[in-house]
Every structure is written in structure tokens, then in C-alpha cells.
């Protein structure tokens, strides 16, 4: 229980560090920054691997949650990137 | 123990990239070192935890395959489709924390809190899962069942009991034992599933890139709720940070379209029904053929381009660029009038042109080109609508009335390039089309674009 009020700690923390991150973004960069923190969110990924695999359901699901969250991840950061390079065009 | 304190360090230096990541994310010169500070970050987290996992088989194989799969997608995808890739990402990472809370459902011996975490995860995961797919399908056209359809009501009503539903799973814990049936969190499951579609599928299409920033927000937090039911602290920060700041996101976007969140989600646009009779007997459509609008356009002395998701739709960007380029030799001052929601998703029009190597500085804002607007001779429309409806500052009855519009019924002569006559995605009539300065170019936006080009040329 004391590690969950502590993690619970850690919840809020990032709560409003988050709100205050971004706040004046262009909004050219809306869909690069939505991609980018959806890639973000494919951190699932590190809890899809820390799952017990004890049964057969158990190991499927470990599985399917693997596979899943790592087409988010790998995906959603080439995606961001391919947008955000078309904007870096600019600089020539 | 020595191992946990690497991954725990490990975990700290990830969280602190996340942070810097989504911070550059931000502004414009930092955005692609912010991409890479997060995804350096995901792949340290995600190492020092693969290491451990306890059947390495299984983990590599599934990263691997998962690898492959959205690179693929992700590199092979139109710049166009963009917007429903995103979508569909977002879909997938939503459904492995319903499948985490799922395995962890299945270890039994949970205490009260693992309980109420388990059903809130399963219930948000499947909620952005399916709602992301019916995102998906209507961005990509695919789904077009809308608002007041029996369908779409059906799954409102579905909603709502799941989420009556939810709070029964919730609870159960301290409700008596008489009233439980066992198999509740099987139908938990289905219903989470169930109320995402209903959650997304009265939503109209235009509304989408808000709902997706919303749904990658929900992403975000069943994300940190994982990692409370797992005890992980990476995955509760880098959650929480995605939950928080796509709600932010989601507040920015929706002030851009002049909306708010509220009224997107449960209001939508009101029938078009009650102003379009007003607005059908505004005059006729003057259609143009391309050899007079070539004559209009050579005599221009300003010309400013306002595309939309039609230039998209015809991959008319490269040749709208030549044009651009034929006319600035021909002495023209040409400018690109790019509306912030313009195409699908905010910043489409931006990548587009850019793709195309139109110069980023000939790109101008609403707020920048509305003042001098009667100073442009021509303003060429191409496959944009909802974005120019002189509506939304004329008509206070009209649904879209209040949202900024780039006003090019102010510019002497307008040309509209449409495949037909057929209203925008938000269901709005146009009056644009009616008005006197106005004259319609029929057809394909790339063929009608590349018979002007070919006519400057000779």
C-alpha cells in the first residue's frame, strides 16, 4: 500500500507537470506533437513486458499487448518524424 | 537487486526524456530533436525491461513483428492518410493496456485498489481502442454513419449502459456476494468495446482531429492506470504526461475550430436543415471555364491559394506549386492562405506544401491576409469549403457561425475548384458558391491545376 501512495505521488507529479508543458504550440505542430506524445503513450509496451506468462491465456495476451503496443511505438515515432521532417524543409 | 536499481535509473533518465521530448515537441526548431529525445527514451525503457521479461521468445518475436508492422505502415503511408494512421496508432496502444489489465485480471487474488484499477484500465484501453477505429473509419471515409441515425443512437445508449455497467464492476468488491454474477468481467470487456463505438460514431467527421487528440489523451491515461496495477513508475509518468498534455492539446485544437470540447463531443454540428433553405436562393453558380480563368489569372497582380482537404484528396500539390511558380514569374505576388483546420487534421495543408517545396514563408494565416483581402484579385479555392463559408461571420443561425474563416468572398474575383456541388464535411451549405465574384471550376483539382499550367506554359 505505501508503494501505491507513493506511485500515486508520482500520478499527480506528472499530472501537472504535463499540464504546464505545452501551452502556446503552432499550430502547424498540432498533429506532429499529438503523433509524438501518441508514440509516448506506446509505453505500454514496458508494462505489456513485465506480465506473468503463467497460463496459455496469459501468454497470448502477453503477447497480443506486445505486438500492439509495439506497432504504436515504432509507428507513431516514424510517422512524427516523416511529418516533421517535411517542415525542417523549410530551413533550406 | 542490482539490476533493479539499473532499471530504475534507467527508468528516471526515460521519464526525463519524455519530458524534454514533448517540451520540444513544442516549437518548431526543436520538434525533430524532441522526436528523437522521446523515442531514445522509449527504447531505453523499453530495453532494460525486455532483459528481465520471462519469456524472452515470445517478447522478441512480438516487438519484432510489431516493428516490422508500423514501420511498414508508418513509411508506406500517403502523407494524405496521415491523419487515420495516427489514429489507428493511437488504437493499438490503447488496446494493449486493455490487454494488460485483462492478464493481470486473470492472476486472481487482487486487493481492492488492483480492482478498481483493473476495471478503469480494461474500460479506457477499450474505449481508445475501438473509438480510435471508428475515428479511423471516418477519416478515412470508410464509416459514414453519423449523428441521429438508429446505429449510431443504438451504441449511445450502449454508452451509457456500459458505463452504468462499469461502475457495477467497480464496486463489486463491497457489494454482497448474492448479486454478482461471475462472469461480469467478461461482459466488461464486450462493453468496453462496445461504448468506444458509441462514444466516437455520433461525432462528425470534422470533428475527428479533436476526438483523436482526446483519445490519445484517454490512451495516455489508461497508460499511468497500468502502471499503478503494475507498480511501474516509468509507464505512470510517461501516462500521465500523455494524458495530461493531449487534454491541453485537445483544449488548443478545439479553440482553433472555435468550439468547445463540450460541444464537439455531445452537441456537434446542428442540422444543417434549418439555414439551408435561406441559403439556397442566393443567386446562381457561374461555372468558368479553364481557358477564362487562365486569361482572369494572367492579369492578376495578387493571387493567394487556399487549399483544402480536396487538394489532398487529388494530390494536386505538386501541381499547384508549378502554378504558383508560373504565376510569380508572370510577376503575380502569389500567397498560400492556409487555415489552421484545413484538410483533416490541423497542419495537413502545412505538410502538404511543404512536401511539395512551396516556400514557407509564401504560407500566411487567416489573421495575417483577411485585413487586406480586397487587395487580392484572385483567390483560388482548391477543394476547401467548410474553411471559407462566409457564413460563420454573416449568419449567426448558421452552425458554423463564429468560426474563423479565411474571408475570400471578400477578394475581387473567386475562383472554386470542386469536384461538385456537394456541401463540406461539417454538412453546411456554402453560400460562397452563390455570390457574384465567385466562379466555379468543375472537376478534378489536379487536371483542372494542370490545364492551367499547361496553358501558361504555351
Not at chain 2, 189 to 195: F, K, N, Q
Not at chain 2, 406 to 410: D, G
Not at chain 2, 440 to 445: K, P
Given at each position: 500500500m505505501?508503494?501505491?501512495?507513493?506511485?500515486?505521488?508520482?500520478?499527480?507529479?506528472?499530472?501537472?507537470?504535463?499540464?504546464?508543458?505545452?501551452?502556446?504550440v503552432p499550430?502547424t505542430l498540432?498533429?506532429?506533437?499529438?503523433?509524438?506524445?501518441?508514440?509516448?503513450?506506446?509505453?505500454a509496451?514496458?508494462?505489456?513486458?513485465?506480465?506473468?506468462?503463467?497460463?496459455q491465456?496469459?501468454?497470448?495476451?502477453?503477447?497480443a499487448a506486445?505486438?500492439?503496443a509495439?506497432i504504436n511505438?515504432?509507428?507513431?515515432?516514424?510517422?512524427?518524424?516523416?511529418m516533421?521532417?517535411?517542415?525542417?524543409?523549410?530551413d533550406? | 537487486?542490482?539490476?533493479?536499481?539499473?532499471?530504475?535509473?534507467?527508468?528516471?533518465i526515460?521519464?526525463a526524456?519524455?519530458?524534454?521530448g514533448i517540451?520540444?515537441?513544442?516549437?518548431?526548431s526543436?520538434?525533430?530533436?524532441?522526436?528523437?529525445?522521446?523515442?531514445?527514451?522509449?527504447f531505453?525503457?523499453?530495453?532494460?525491461t525486455?532483459?528481465?521479461?520471462?519469456?524472452?521468445?515470445?517478447?522478441i518475436?512480438?516487438?519484432?513483428?510489431?516493428?516490422v508492422i508500423g514501420?511498414?505502415?508508418a513509411l508506406?503511408?500517403?502523407?494524405?492518410?496521415?491523419?487515420?494512421?495516427v489514429?489507428?496508432?493511437n488504437?493499438?496502444?490503447?488496446?494493449?493496456?486493455y490487454?494488460i489489465a485483462?492478464s493481470?485480471?486473470?492472476?486472481?487474488?487482487?486487493?481492492a485498489?488492483q480492482?478498481?484499477?483493473?476495471?478503469l484500465?480494461?474500460?479506457?484501453?477499450?474505449?481508445t481502442?475501438?473509438?480510435?477505429l471508428?475515428?479511423?473509419?471516418?477519416?478515412?471515409e470508410k464509416i459514414?454513419?453519423?449523428?441521429?441515425?438508429?446505429?449510431s443512437?443504438?451504441?449511445?445508449f450502449?454508452?451509457?449502459?456500459?458505463?452504468?455497467?462499469l461502475?457495477?464492476?467497480?464496486?463489486t468488491?463491497?457489494?454482497?456476494?448474492?448479486?454478482?454474477?461471475?462472469?461480469?468481467?467478461?461482459?466488461l470487456?464486450?462493453?468496453?468495446?462496445?461504448?468506444?463505438i458509441?462514444?466516437v460514431?455520433?461525432?462528425?467527421?470534422?470533428?475527428m482531429?479533436?476526438?483523436?487528440?482526446?483519445?490519445?489523451?484517454?490512451?495516455?491515461?489508461?497508460?499511468a492506470?497500468?502502471?499503478?496495477?503494475?507498480?511501474n513508475?516509468v509507464l505512470?509518468?510517461?501516462?500521465?504526461?500523455?494524458g495530461?498534455?493531449?487534454?491541453?492539446?485537445?483544449?488548443?485544437?478545439a479553440?482553433a475550430?472555435?468550439?468547445?470540447?463540450?460541444?464537439i463531443?455531445?452537441v456537434g454540428?446542428?442540422s444543417?436543415a434549418?439555414?439551408?433553405?435561406?441559403?439556397?436562393?442566393q443567386?446562381?453558380v457561374?461555372?468558368?471555364t479553364?481557358?477564362d480563368?487562365y486569361?482572369?489569372?494572367?492579369n492578376?497582380?495578387?493571387?493567394?491559394?487556399?487549399?483544402g482537404?480536396?487538394?489532398?484528396?487529388?494530390?494536386a500539390?505538386?501541381?499547384?506549386?508549378e502554378?504558383?511558380e508560373?504565376l510569380?514569374?508572370?510577376?503575380t505576388?502569389v500567397?498560400?492562405?492556409i487555415?489552421?483546420?484545413?484538410g483533416?487534421?490541423p497542419g495537413?495543408m502545412?505538410?502538404?506544401?511543404?512536401?511539395?517545396?512551396?516556400?514557407?514563408?509564401l504560407?500566411v494565416?487567416?489573421?495575417?491576409?483577411?485585413?487586406?483581402?480586397?487587395t487580392?484579385?484572385?483567390?483560388?479555392?482548391?477543394g476547401a469549403?467548410?474553411?471559407?463559408n462566409p457564413s460563420?461571420t454573416?449568419?449567426?443561425?448558421?452552425?458554423?457561425y463564429g468560426?474563423?474563416i479565411?474571408?475570400?468572398?471578400?477578394a475581387?474575383?473567386?475562383?472554386?475548384?470542386?469536384?461538385?456541388m456537394?456541401s463540406g464535411?461539417?454538412?453546411?451549405?456554402?453560400?460562397?458558391?452563390?455570390?457574384?465574384?465567385?466562379r466555379?471550376?468543375?472537376?478534378?483539382?489536379k487536371s483542372s491545376?494542370?490545364?492551367?499550367?499547361?496553358?501558361?506554359?504555351d
Open positions: 505505501e508503494t501505491l501512495l507513493l506511485l500515486g505521488f508520482i500520478l499527480v507529479l506528472s499530472i501537472f507537470l504535463g499540464l504546464e508543458l505545452i501551452s502556446k499550430s498540432h498533429t506532429p506533437l499529438m503523433s509524438g506524445s501518441n508514440a509516448i503513450s506506446g509505453i509496451l514496458v508494462g505489456a513486458l513485465v506480465l506473468s506468462a503463467d497460463t491465456l496469459q501468454t497470448i495476451l502477453a503477447f506486445i505486438l500492439f509495439s511505438v515504432f509507428g507513431g515515432y516514424l510517422v512524427t518524424n516523416r516533421l521532417k517535411m517542415f525542417s524543409k523549410k533550406k | 537487486m542490482d539490476f533493479q536499481i539499473i532499471q530504475n535509473v534507467s527508468y528516471i526515460a521519464s526524456l519524455f519530458i524534454l517540451k520540444r515537441l513544442g516549437k518548431e526543436t520538434a525533430v530533436s524532441g522526436n528523437f529525445m522521446s523515442a531514445l527514451g522509449m531505453i525503457a523499453v530495453s532494460v525486455a532483459i528481465s521479461f520471462v519469456d524472452p521468445l515470445v517478447a518475436v512480438g516487438i519484432a513483428l510489431g516493428a514501420s511498414v505502415i508506406k503511408v500517403k502523407m494524405t492518410s496521415i491523419p487515420e494512421m489514429a489507428l496508432f488504437g493499438f496502444g490503447g488496446l494493449a493496456t490487454l485483462w493481470e485480471f486473470t492472476n486472481g487474488n487482487l486487493g485498489a480492482h478498481v484499477l483493473i476495471m484500465t480494461v474500460f479506457i484501453g477499450g474505449v481502442f475501438s473509438g480510435s471508428i475515428a479511423y473509419g471516418k477519416l478515412s459514414s454513419i453519423g449523428k441521429g441515425s438508429i446505429i443512437n443504438l451504441f449511445v450502449v454508452l451509457y449502459a456500459a458505463v452504468l455497467f461502475g457495477f464492476a467497480v464496486a468488491p463491497w457489494l454482497p456476494e448474492a448479486i454478482i454474477f461471475s462472469n461480469y468481467f467478461i461482459f470487456l464486450g462493453l468496453a468495446l462496445l461504448a468506444g458509441g462514444f460514431l455520433p461525432i462528425g467527421g470534422g470533428d482531429p479533436v476526438v483523436i487528440s482526446l483519445l490519445n489523451s484517454l490512451s495516455g491515461i489508461a497508460a492506470f497500468a502502471g499503478l496495477l503494475l507498480l513508475n505512470i509518468v510517461a501516462g500521465s504526461l500523455v495530461a498534455s493531449g487534454l491541453i492539446l485537445t483544449v488548443i485544437m479553440k475550430m472555435n468550439r468547445s470540447i463540450g460541444n463531443l455531445f454540428y446542428a444543417a434549418s439555414t439551408s433553405a435561406k441559403t439556397q436562393e443567386g446562381e457561374k461555372p468558368i479553364t481557358d480563368a486569361l482572369i489569372l494572367e492578376a497582380s495578387s493571387v493567394l491559394v487556399v487549399p482537404y480536396g487538394m489532398a484528396v487529388a494530390q500539390q505538386h501541381v499547384v506549386r502554378l504558383g508560373l510569380e514569374n508572370n510577376g505576388e500567397k498560400y492562405g487555415h489552421p483546420v484545413a483533416r487534421m495537413h502545412n505538410v502538404l506544401l511543404a512536401e511539395a517545396n512551396v516556400s514557407y514563408d504560407l494565416e487567416p489573421d495575417d491576409v483577411n485585413p487586406s483581402m480586397d487580392v484579385d484572385v483567390a483560388i479555392v482548391i469549403n467548410d474553411v471559407v460563420a454573416e449568419e449567426p443561425g448558421s452552425p458554423i468560426m474563423p479565411i474571408e475570400v468572398h471578400n475581387k474575383t473567386v475562383f472554386v475548384l470542386k469536384r461538385s456537394s464535411f461539417a454538412g453546411v451549405e456554402n453560400p460562397l458558391f452563390f455570390r457574384p465574384n465567385t466555379m471550376l468543375f472537376g478534378d483539382a491545376i494542370s490545364a492551367l499550367v499547361s496553358e501558361f506554359k
